[in-house]
């Protein structure tokens, strides 16, 4: 008895041991490389395989919930982050991680290939990878006799009544986009009133993305409005997930008044392999997937587009943003003020 | 004196829920308040909470009481009767609790919403109808599991003594079941007051519990110290209404001799009429919201086909494995939740069953906190709590971990009123003629109480394969469960990805119909192990 005590007691002294020793991380360069993103985030096979036989490096991906859910987790694992590179915030969030201190700066030398209104931060804290623009998406089967609407002023004509359903800021992204476009364009004096008219021309709220743009727009297949808030490059993506091939896109986007979101990468545990991995994002390699993968547009000026994206979507040449930190200092007031104006 | 030699029991289950619950929900607490230090007065009044704390108590009542209404003549037929199907009614009652609201709410929203058969859209009813839709499966697996096991000669006794059928259930039956109906009540109160999703998308804004503003300070705020404060106010007041609760369980429960199973067959015409038509009703109240998602899985536009399901086990590139995948990651983390759950749930069962004094009630009440804490309070806390001395925060186990916490209750609020309902006589006997409390346990308790863990064990299964809030945090983007795959089919435009969400739905619908069956036919054969 007291002998298998003994034996117990060297088992766990030896467990405790090794634990020790494995806790303590040779101070190499990783080659294993955490990229923590937002459950949106998609890459064809091969991607990531050919990152890995470029460099040896391979890469482990973590999704945290969505895109502020992704900010939130960074903020609360800021000590002892649980990734070194993450990927996915955004402009709408931008503000409040920087202020958190949670990225560590590099300024890629591929920087050179992106578009430089992208480039949002001077500190290059954060990289653009790709950008989205929330803009208005029409069901074209309800305007082959009548013309869609082209800005957002036309919204506010009884022509339009009814037709519209955007989502809740309070509740969805996209909502949200869709807000700050209107106070972009109307400014902080006028948003109010151009949403109360939207209210008086009977304008549709659903919560969600999902509900509004499958249960509401009829061109998603709903039952109510032809017109919604979604992305520029949802008709593209009605195309490519159509049941039969089609040679034209059911929908198509009001190029005014749209928001531009833009998705950065930034590192939050430095080393040589979390920078090779940002460059490796900005690589034509994988700035050319980006596309049919995540729905969104390559930061990479000159990067190939899928011919669904050259044939059924338009780039909108005006879109409109906000500065991240004014954002973040009125985003809850707004929501506020949008919530006490437009909800019944 | 009945706990003598128990004791330990708890041990287990209270390093679980002090480790996994406790130590998570107290940390990111701390580190919500020390956000910024605007006060709790300002914070609380801009958050409408007075309004939003009173909704999210009526119409968890309302959800609680609808739900009993509806759910007691199913469960009195379930347990009573043998007719034809009525282990595949048990099982399929329990699909409703697993599926996702986003995909419910969409079906709510066909039948009941703007263009729906009735418009109830943004009014209470809808949420109403959809907490009385998830949480048939309780009552009819909590009360069912005691009503199945009471002896029928009391009812029968009191019949022939001039009772009649009302007066009989009313003065013997429901004094009999009443703690397995205040057990079933209180995991259905909970459910409704920390509902989320249904409240979101069936609400029409106006409408909001606690646990949607804790996420909305969350999500788009990004306000730690408001979600904080909020998560505080829901923690207390979920915590009086479970002392409240357990004080008076604790004193109510009725010794009683139990059986293994008192179901017959209906007799005479009028029964079995009664039976065929509760039958039908569950059938309709259950089958019509998942019909139409199965319907609509099965829409193609050349008609109707199982295309949707077809691509499913194509490479996804959102997906980074074949969707199809996620029907075996959600199986196996359903089977290690649920072994989890049946352990830790089954040892407190034990203990909490067979003690009367203060010390359990507290213990219960604490046990079903988790059921009654927000899912972004408990994915945060883990984030902030589990990284030492090992970090699980990414660890595929704590997947299975987070399921079994929000399973456990079930399983405690399932065990316990048998073990209650236990005449003392009994283990008494058995003591007096030299077992052990073990031997007591084993050949007493046991045989009794395998059944209804059985029965529990259905229930934790499904609470795995339905969570969704919790596994948003902590779920790797190669190992998607069923929920999660859904609903990133429901996060991209186009045809294809609708169909395939609605399909993923049915399988979903299936694989827990399939599942719950196997476990409810070791609980009918495992009857007296």
Same mark, same amino acid.
């Given at each position: 008895?007291?002998?298998?005590?003994?034996?117990?007691?060297?088992?766990?002294?030896?467990?405790?041991?090794?634990?020790?020793?494995?806790?303590?991380?040779?101070?190499?360069?990783?080659?294993?490389?955490?990229?923590?993103?937002?459950?949106?985030?998609?890459?064809?096979?091969?991607?990531?395989?050919?990152?890995?036989?470029?460099?040896?490096?391979?890469?482990?991906?973590?999704?945290?919930?969505?895109?502020?859910?992704?900010?939130?987790?960074?903020?609360?694992?800021?000590?002892?982050?649980?990734?070194?590179?993450?990927?996915?915030?955004?402009?709408?969030?931008?503000?409040?991680?920087?202020?958190?201190?949670?990225?560590?700066?590099?300024?890629?030398?591929?920087?050179?290939?992106?578009?430089?209104?992208?480039?949002?931060?001077?500190?290059?804290?954060?990289?653009?990878?790709?950008?989205?623009?929330?803009?208005?998406?029409? %069901?074209?089967?309800?305007? /082959? +006799?009548?013309?869609?609407?082209?800005? &957002?002023?036309?919204?506010?004509? $009884? #022509?339009?009544? *009814?037709?519209?359903?955007?989502?809740?800021?309070?509740?969805?992204?996209?909502?949200?986009?869709?807000?700050?476009?209107?106070?972009?364009?109307?400014?902080?004096?006028?948003?109010?009133?151009?949403?109360?008219?939207?209210?008086?021309?009977?304008?549709?709220?659903?919560?969600?993305?999902?509900?509004?743009?499958?249960?509401?727009?009829?061109?998603?297949?709903?039952?109510?409005?032809?017109?919604?808030?979604?992305?520029?490059?949802?008709?593209?993506?009605?195309?490519?997930?159509?049941?039969?091939?089609?040679?034209?896109?059911?929908?198509?986007?009001?190029?005014?008044?749209?928001?531009?979101?833009?998705?950065?990468?930034?590192?939050?545990?430095?080393?040589?392999?979390?920078?090779?991995?940002? %460059?490796?994002?900005?690589? /034509? +390699?994988?700035?050319?997937?980006?596309? &049919?993968?995540?729905?969104?547009? $390559? #930061?990479?000026? *000159?990067?190939?587009?899928?011919?669904?994206?050259?044939?059924?979507?338009?780039?909108?040449?005006?879109?409109?943003?906000?500065?991240?930190?004014?954002?973040?200092?009125?985003?809850?007031?707004?929501?506020?003020?949008?919530?006490?104006?437009?909800?019944? | 004196?009945?706990?003598?030699?128990?004791?330990?029991?708890?041990?287990?289950?209270?390093?679980?829920?002090?480790?996994?619950?406790?130590?998570?929900?107290?940390?990111?607490?701390?580190?919500?308040?020390?956000?910024?230090?605007?006060?709790?007065?300002?914070?609380?009044?801009?958050?409408?909470?007075?309004?939003?704390?009173?909704?999210?108590?009526?119409?968890?009542?309302?959800?609680?009481?609808?739900?009993?209404?509806?759910?007691?003549?199913?469960?009195?037929?379930?347990?009573?009767?043998?007719?034809?199907?009525?282990?595949?009614?048990?099982?399929?009652?329990?699909?409703?609790?697993?599926?996702?609201?986003?995909?419910?709410?969409?079906?709510?929203?066909?039948?009941?919403?703007?263009?729906?058969?009735?418009?109830?859209?943004?009014?209470?009813?809808?949420?109403?109808?959809?907490?009385?839709?998830?949480?048939?499966?309780?009552?009819?697996?909590?009360?069912?599991?005691?009503?199945?096991?009471?002896?029928?000669?009391?009812?029968?006794?009191?019949?022939?003594?001039?009772?009649?059928?009302?007066?009989?259930?009313?003065?013997?039956?429901?004094?009999?079941?009443?703690?397995?109906?205040?057990?079933?009540?209180?995991?259905?109160?909970?459910?409704?007051?920390?509902?989320?999703?249904?409240?979101?998308?069936?609400?029409?804004?106006?409408?909001?519990?606690?646990?949607?503003?804790?996420?909305?300070?969350?999500?788009?705020?990004?306000?730690?110290?408001?979600?904080?404060?909020?998560?505080?106010?829901?923690?207390?007041?979920?915590?009086?209404?479970?002392?409240?609760?357990?004080?008076?369980?604790?004193?109510?429960?009725?010794?009683?001799?139990?059986?293994?199973?008192?179901?017959?067959?209906?007799?005479?015409?009028?029964?079995?009429?009664?039976?065929?038509?509760?039958?039908?009703?569950?059938?309709?109240?259950?089958?019509?919201?998942?019909?139409?998602?199965?319907?609509?899985?099965?829409?193609?536009?050349?008609?109707?086909?199982?295309?949707?399901?077809?691509?499913?086990?194509?490479?996804?590139?959102?997906?980074?494995?074949?969707?199809?995948?996620?029907?075996?990651?959600?199986?196996?983390?359903?089977?290690?939740?649920?072994?989890?759950?049946?352990?830790?749930?089954?040892?407190?069962?034990?203990?909490?069953?067979?003690?009367?004094?203060?010390?359990?009630?507290?213990?219960?009440?604490?046990?079903?906190?988790?059921?009654?804490?927000?899912?972004?309070?408990?994915?945060?806390?883990?984030?902030?709590?589990?990284?030492?001395?090992?970090?699980?925060?990414?660890?595929?186990?704590?997947?299975?971990?987070?399921?079994?916490?929000?399973?456990?209750?079930?399983?405690?609020?399932?065990?316990?009123?048998?073990?209650?309902?236990?005449?003392?006589?009994?283990?008494?006997?058995?003591?007096?003629?030299?077992?052990?409390?073990?031997?007591?346990?084993?050949?007493?308790?046991?045989?009794?109480?395998?059944?209804?863990?059985?029965?529990?064990?259905?229930?934790?299964?499904?609470?795995?394969?339905?969570?969704?809030?919790?596994?948003?945090?902590?779920?790797?983007?190669?190992?998607?469960?069923?929920?999660?795959?859904?609903?990133?089919?429901?996060?991209?435009?186009?045809?294809?990805?609708?169909?395939?969400?609605?399909?993923?739905?049915?399988?979903?619908?299936?694989?827990?119909?399939?599942?719950?069956?196997?476990?409810?036919?070791?609980?009918?054969?495992?009857?007296?192990?």
């Amino acid at each position: 008895m007291r002998q298998r005590s003994i034996l117990i007691w060297l088992l766990a002294a030896a467990l405790f041991l090794a634990a020790c020793t494995e806790a303590e991380p040779v101070d190499a360069e990783p080659t294993e490389i955490v990229l923590m993103t937002h459950d949106s985030f998609a890459v064809s096979d091969g991607v990531l395989e050919a990152f890995t036989a470029e460099t040896g490096i391979t890469v482990r991906l973590l999704t945290a919930g969505d895109a502020g859910s992704l900010v939130n987790q960074a903020v609360l694992t800021k000590d002892n982050p649980t990734a070194d590179v993450l990927f996915g915030i955004d402009n709408t969030f931008l503000s409040r991680a920087l202020d958190a201190g949670l990225f560590v700066a590099y300024e890629s030398p591929e920087l050179a290939g992106v578009d430089p209104t992208l480039i949002v931060d001077p500190e290059h804290r954060v990289t653009p990878i790709d950008f989205g623009d929330v803009c208005l998406n029409y %069901d074209k089967a309800a305007f /082959e +006799t009548t013309p869609p609407p082209a800005t &957002l002023d036309d919204l506010l004509d $009884p #022509a339009y009544a *009814g037709q519209l359903v955007v989502q809740n800021p309070a509740t969805s992204s996209p909502g949200l986009a869709f807000l700050l476009a209107t106070i972009a364009i109307y400014g902080e004096e006028g948003w109010q009133r151009y949403w109360a008219d939207l209210v008086a021309n009977d304008v549709a709220i659903a919560p969600d993305w999902e509900t509004a743009y499958f249960g509401n727009f009829t061109g998603g297949g709903g039952s109510g409005q032809p017109i919604v808030v979604s992305y520029a490059s949802s008709p593209p993506a009605a195309v490519i997930f159509a049941e039969e091939p089609l040679g034209e896109a059911p929908t198509a986007v009001v190029t005014d008044g749209c928001f531009r979101q833009i998705e950065f990468a930034a590192i939050l545990r430095d080393s040589g392999s979390a920078r090779e991995l940002i %460059d490796f994002m900005l690589s /034509e +390699t994988f700035q050319a997937d980006i596309p &049919l993968n995540m729905f969104v547009f $390559p #930061a990479r000026t *000159g990067t190939p587009l899928p011919p669904e994206f050259v044939e059924h979507t338009t780039v909108p040449s005006d879109p409109k943003t906000l500065d991240p930190a004014v954002i973040e200092a009125n985003r809850d007031r707004w929501i506020d003020e949008w919530t006490r104006l437009v909800l019944p | 004196m009945t706990n003598r030699g128990f004791g330990w029991a708890a041990v287990l289950p209270l390093v679980f829920l002090a480790y996994f619950f406790v130590y998570p929900v107290v940390s990111i607490l701390i580190v919500g308040l020390g956000a910024d230090d605007r006060g709790w007065a300002d914070v609380l009044s801009r958050s409408g909470l007075t309004d939003v704390a009173w909704f999210t108590v009526w119409q968890a009542a309302a959800s609680t009481v609808l739900t009993l209404i509806v759910g007691l003549p199913v469960a009195w037929v379930i347990a009573r009767f043998r007719f034809p199907g009525r282990a595949a009614l048990r099982a399929g009652l329990t699909i409703p609790f697993v599926m996702p609201t986003v995909v419910v709410g969409a079906a709510f929203l066909a039948l009941a919403g703007p263009r729906g058969i009735v418009d109830l859209s943004g009014s209470v009813w809808l949420i109403l109808a959809a907490h009385v839709f998830y949480n048939i499966a309780v009552v009819v697996r909590v009360v069912g599991g005691l009503w199945g096991s009471l002896d029928p000669s009391l009812e029968d006794a009191a019949r022939v003594l001039g009772a009649s059928r009302w007066t009989a259930f009313r003065t013997v039956t429901l004094p009999l079941l009443r703690p397995a109906i205040a057990a079933a009540s209180s995991i259905v109160f909970l459910f409704s007051f920390t509902s989320f999703g249904v409240v979101l998308l069936l609400g029409g804004f106006r409408l909001r519990t606690i646990e949607v503003a804790i996420w909305q300070r969350v999500q788009t705020a990004l306000d730690l110290r408001g979600a904080a404060l909020l998560a505080i106010v829901q923690l207390i007041g979920v915590t009086a209404i479970l002392l409240a609760y357990s004080r008076y369980q604790a004193r109510r429960a009725t010794r009683q001799q139990l059986v293994v199973d008192a179901a017959r067959r209906p007799v005479g015409a009028r029964q079995w009429g009664v039976v065929l038509g509760i039958v039908a009703g569950a059938l309709i109240v259950e089958g019509i919201p998942l019909g139409v998602l199965v319907v609509r899985s099965l829409r193609t536009a050349d008609g109707w086909g199982v295309r949707w399901y077809q691509t499913l086990a194509e490479l996804d590139s959102a997906f980074f494995v074949p969707p199809t995948e996620a029907v075996a990651n959600s199986l196996w983390f359903g089977v290690v939740a649920m072994l989890i759950a049946v352990i830790v749930g089954g040892l407190a069962a034990i203990v909490i069953g067979r003690s009367d004094r203060g010390a359990a009630a507290w213990f219960d009440a604490v046990l079903m906190l988790p059921l009654g804490t927000s899912a972004v309070t408990i994915g945060f806390g883990f984030l902030v709590a589990l990284d030492e001395p090992v970090d699980l925060r990414t660890s595929i186990w704590l997947v299975p971990i987070a399921h079994a916490l929000v399973a456990v209750p079930f399983v405690v609020r399932t065990v316990v009123p048998v073990l209650r309902s236990i005449r003392h006589r009994l283990r008494e006997a058995a003591a007096v003629l030299g077992a052990a409390p073990a031997a007591v346990f084993r050949h007493v308790d046991l045989p009794l109480v395998a059944r209804s863990l059985l029965a529990a064990a259905g229930l934790a299964f499904a609470v795995s394969l339905g969570e969704f809030g919790a596994t948003t945090f902590i779920a790797r983007p190669d190992a998607p469960t069923l929920p999660i795959a859904i609903f990133r089919f429901l996060g991209r435009p186009g045809e294809a990805n609708f169909g395939q969400a609605m399909a993923m739905s049915t399988i979903l619908m299936v694989v827990t119909a399939v599942v719950v069956s196997i476990i409810d036919r070791f609980r009918s054969e495992g009857g007296d192990w």
